[in-house]
């Protein structure tokens, strides 16, 4: 076998410089998975939740300086600077080398060095991919095994192809000063070092799925995105499935579990994926879309009955907690959830809390990672190898002001503008000032493999494809607030009402009034009865303010100029004919 020749070569090749007591290779079987939360219980890294209420839950406190993704610290290791882009962290193969490779030496010792073959996508999806990652940290390895199909599966594929990514990660001493996520997506090769967190350390996910996958999806057309995926069934039983980017923290997880509030009797909506899509063209010219995860790894601060009866179902078992607060009696406990907060408890960092205390109980990035079979609305097409047809394609943002709550763009390289365009405000996902507005080109700022302006030509490509039945293109916004800074949307449940109108424009139907940015719904075309927005609120929200609009294309343009020459002759076009809609609709006053 190839496959595991070159595999077997490379582990030998790591173990020699990271210098581990013993290498365990993982079968992914339940039996290992229960051996390591026992080990793990043991070296005090899990701690064991209430067994009746939370059967099969722990909790991971990871360390204070380790709670969200570091982007200062990722990297794109390119021979030249310019394929990595201006958005980019871009590193040398020989910076890498004299920088980063040493701080693996003897990483591993007196410790176990875990190796987790993983698959990304359905088993037999033309789409589905290996990869092995080498961890010292069983915190990952058990995550790895909820997140993607870890083991068996994934070596079976390996020995047939002789193709795998090659992940090594060490926490290394988790200081920050010597803590780098490096990619090459040359060698189809990631090294992580120095953290235990999600996003940084479960290479599987964010580095593989999307930063290692966008550069492949480019090069063999098809495409590799941060955005969950639905379906959304009518009364009448048609399903029409949806994708949509939100950056992190911004609502993916929420949405892909909607539960229809009871006056859209007879709605459903059926998750499919709640953070990464890997989309390809079918033969009927359709976009098909997989989800490459197998389980979620979603927020937990602000999940409640009332906002995410389906997440508080699917994290009720079976779940590894990553710093949200714990009570007394062992439940775990996060800012927002149902009920009174507790009068006293563990916080995050396992220091006494109670409601008076300065701090929040659970860290605003604590995080759930729970099976995705264990999601009361999981879509029967979840691991369907072919996907499921993609119907619209939404881009979304946090954005207190200007963006409304939905619009359709005009075409297909409109829709590519807009979500180019994106910006969205900072969230805790990742570390750094919250709250400040930044541009994320389709929530794939911190996510895309390569130089951006080339992830643009890819994405207007995809709308010349001959035969190509293409997604229509919206924008929304659950985050627009009013003067005393409430959101104006209420949100979760009630966005189904803007689903409603989208289905029914990706089926050809649905009024519209067509402003310069796009179009939106007729004020009559979004059903609120029952909803408690007053019409004017409902204006508001649907309300085009050309000025500030010009304002904030000035921003964009500056950022799009970053790109200089390589950005998308067709992109500067739509935003020149979007200038000129809007200042001729601004003479005329206004909307
Ligand atoms: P990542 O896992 O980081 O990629 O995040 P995500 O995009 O899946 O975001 P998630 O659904 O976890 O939501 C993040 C935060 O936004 C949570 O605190 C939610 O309560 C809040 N949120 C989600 N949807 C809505 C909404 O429709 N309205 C409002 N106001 N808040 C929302
Ligand atoms: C995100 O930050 O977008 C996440 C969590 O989905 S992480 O696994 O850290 O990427
Ligand atoms: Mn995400």
Known sequence: MPGKEKLIQWVEEMARQTEPKRIVWCDGSDEEYHQFIEEMQDDRSLIRLNQKEYPGSYLHRSHPSDVARTEKLTFICTTRRADAGPTNNWMSPKEAQTRVWPLYHGAMQERTMYVVPYLMGPPGSPLARAGVEIT?????????????????????????????????????????????????PKGDEIWSVGSGYGGNALLGKKCHALRIASVEARQEGWLAEHMLILGVQSPRGEVTYVAAAFPSACGKTNLAMLMPPPEL??????????????????????????NPETGFFGVAPGTSAKTNPNAMATIRRNTIYANVAMTHDGLPWWEGMDGPSPAEAWDWRGHPWSPASEDKASHPNARFCSPATQCPCISSKWDDPQGVPISA????????????????????????????????????????????????????????????ADYFAHWLAQGGRAGAVLPKIFQVNWFRQDENGKYMWPG??????????????????????????????????????????????????????TEAWLAEMEEEAAFFGLFG?????ELRREMSSQEKRLESANAKGGR
């Open 136 to 184: 010292d940290s069983l915190y990952v390895a058990v995550c790895m095994r909820i997140m993607t199909r870890m083991g068996r599966i994934a070596m079976e594929q390996i020995g047939r192809t002789g193709e795998f990514v090659k992940a090594l990660h060490s926490l290394g001493d988790l200081s920050p000063e010597r803590r780098f996520i490096v990619h090459f």
């Open 265 to 290: 009797s007879g709605w459903r909506v059926w998750t499919v994926g709640d953070d990464i899509a890997w989309m390809r063209w079918g033969d009927d010219g359709r976009l098909y879309a997989v």
């Open 393 to 452: 394609i939404l881009f979304g943002g946090r954005r207190a002001r200007l963006t409304p709550l939905v619009l359709e763009s005009f075409s297909w390289s409109h829709g590519v503008y807009v979500g180019a365009g994106m910006a969205t405000e900072t969230t805790a996902a990742q570390s750094g000032a919250v709250g400040v507005v930044r541009r994320d080109p389709m929530a794939m700022l911190p996510f895309c493999g390569y130089n951006m």
């Open 492 to 545: 979760f449940g009630q966005n189904l009402r803007v689903l409603q109108w989208i289905v029914d424009r990706a089926r050809g139907r649905g009024a519209v009034v067509a402003p310069p940015v796009g179009f939106l719904p007729d004020p009559k075309a979004i059903d609120t009865t029952g909803l408690g927005v007053s019409e004017e609120s409902m204006r508001d929200l649907l309300a085009i303010d």
């Open 565 to 569: 020459s390589r950005l998308p002759e």
